[in-house]
């Protein structure tokens, strides 16, 4: 049996309702709405934590951040009304990654794209991947225009856009791995290796006492766009284009940011929180637009080149929409707030998964699963033994993928000790069933939502279900507990 070719995009900080099929009305996603009809709609999937690099950890370890000490965005350290809780500035090579697993099990792997997990002693090349093209230490772009100063990407020609680029490189992996396994499994080259080892013969098929050739090696790209993220800087001629649209639909004529309260960090205390009430940023459309091209291209490159029943595309990403702070691009209504925040905003992500001969076209799943879970996932369908010892906290989701309805586990978890710089406050969270509950460390304060009636959470119901109150919490303290999470402590210099 010819092995699953794995395609994992991941997006940076694109919010739930960035994509058309989940709800956007101004932004333009024509090739992932395909790919939503195409494979599977997950609607409650979600981020292991509301800022990037605590989330990229445990996609890569099949660990929630807590348990492998990355609980922040790499170089972050805020205080306020607490001091942040200490964490890991680095991937630790301690861990086995998915892609090592993978590479262990036969795939060429490759990394193309943000990395944002340590410095170049933890670069994708001393996780498990054969290939590193634009993974080192920083979050978010110089510049989205070359020249890009990223020293595992060369500079282009001046004006070449990132996102095309990136998905030009992902695109020569794909064509040269087709052409290197194609001579590999050639009948030239089957005569050549019988020649070299010694059989004389130079017959144009296998003789009976021959085994057959070994399947063509398959691939594992984890293509990782550093858009959306700040700086939002686009191709001029779509964001003219996307003006003409927010002026037509008289987006331009409404209030769209609103001022709120002052932020909570020392960092940031003499600035207000700004909220995004609707979509309407011309230059963040075009981003998304841009993406969702490449998309398009990467998907295209896959049928021109026999691949595409052959091939599982991921799409994700790793926190959720840029909504209250650096330009708030975005509005990720009707969920609540945005990346930063313990609200669903900030961890309900898009996911679409298309496994060609297995997931049903156009299906829809409403089973909550998160990052953790891709290890095992990834393994089980490249029919490769799952190691519970590596990706203790995941649980694979190729049940539901193969159309099943339910998966063994009680909770998810959240924990993220942090500041951070969108408003957010530090805290911690769970979800089982339709309940989440939210514990805020600043003051052990506790909101409980029930989210298939409130997916705004909007209405705290932690007074009225103390019974449930309880319970969630005591769920959560355990697993802290089993995590050995860090919290944050109180800070002796704070000035309200």
């Known amino acids: 049996m010819t092995r699953p070719n794995i395609i994992f995009i991941l997006i940076d900080d694109m919010g739930w309702t960035d994509v058309c099929c989940y709800g956007s009305s101004f932004y333009e996603t024509p090739n992932l709405d395909r790919l939503a009809r195409e494979g599977m709609r997950f609607t409650d999937a979600y981020a292991a934590c509301p800022v990037c690099s605590p989330t990229r950890a445990s996609l890569m370890t099949g660990r929630y951040p807590a348990r492998v000490g990355v609980t922040n965005y790499i170089a972050g350290q805020e205080r306020g009304r607490v001091v942040s809780a200490p964490f890991l500035h680095h ?189 309407s940023d011309p230059a963040y459309a075009a981003m998304v637009q841009t993406l969702d091209e490449n998309v398009g291209r990467l998907m295209a490159t896959l049928e021109e080149l026999g691949l595409a029943e052959n091939t599982i595309l991921f799409f994700t990403s790793d926190n959720g929409g840029l909504s209250t702070a650096e330009g708030s691009p975005t509005c990720n209504a009707p969920l609540s707030e945005g990346k930063g925040w313990m609200y669903e905003g900030g961890t309900r992500e898009p996911m679409l998964v298309k496994w060609p001969g297995v997931t049903r076209p156009d299906s829809l799943c409403s089973v909550p699963i998160t990052s953790p879970d891709l290890f095992p996932t990834l393994l089980e369908m490249a029919d490769l033994p799952l190691r519970p010892d590596l990706h203790c906290d995941g649980v694979s989701f190729a049940p539901l993928l193969r159309g099943g309805e339910a998966l063994d586990r009680e909770a998810i978890f959240w924990h993220y000790p942090h500041y951070g710089n969108q408003g957010g406050t530090p805290g911690c969270s769970v979800r089982c069933g339709d309940w989440k509950l939210i514990e805020f460390f600043e003051d052990s304060s506790v909101e409980l939502y029930n989210l298939r009636e409130d997916v705004s959470e909007t209405t705290n119901l932690a007074a009225h279900h103390p019974d449930i109150v309880q319970r969630l919490r005591d769920l959560l303290h355990q697993w802290q507990q089993d995590v050995a999470a860090k919290l944050p402590t109180p800070n002796p210099e704070w000035k309200p």
């Open 91 to 279: 991937l630790p090579l301690s861990e086995t990654s998915v892609a090592t697993a993978l590479r262990e099990g036969g795939y060429a792997t490759w990394h193309v794209g943000k990395w944002h997990l340590g410095g170049p002693d933890f670069w994708p090349q001393h996780h498990g991947f054969d290939a590193n093209i634009g993974g080192w230490d920083t979050g978010y772009p110089r510049s989205y225009f070359s020249p890009y100063h990223n020293p595992m990407l060369p500079d282009g020609p001046e004006g070449e856009y990132l996102i095309d680029r990136l998905t030009d490189e992902a695109i020569t992996l794909i064509r040269e791995h087709v052409s290197g396994n194609q001579r590999q499994h050639s009948p030239q080259s089957t005569q050549r290796a019988q020649r070299e080892e010694g059989s004389g013969s130079s017959l144009s098929a296998p003789s009976a006492g021959n085994p057959p050739p070994a399947e063509p090696q398959p691939f594992f790209l984890n293509l990782w766009h550093y858009a959306v993220h700040t700086p939002i800087q686009s191709k001029p001629e779509l964001v003219e284009k996307y003006k003409r649209k927010a002026a037509a639909l008289g987006l331009d004529r409404r209030e769209a940011l609103e001022e709120g309260e002052h932020f909570p960090c020392e960092h940031k205390k003499h600035m207000r929180v700004v909220r995004r009430r609707f979509q």
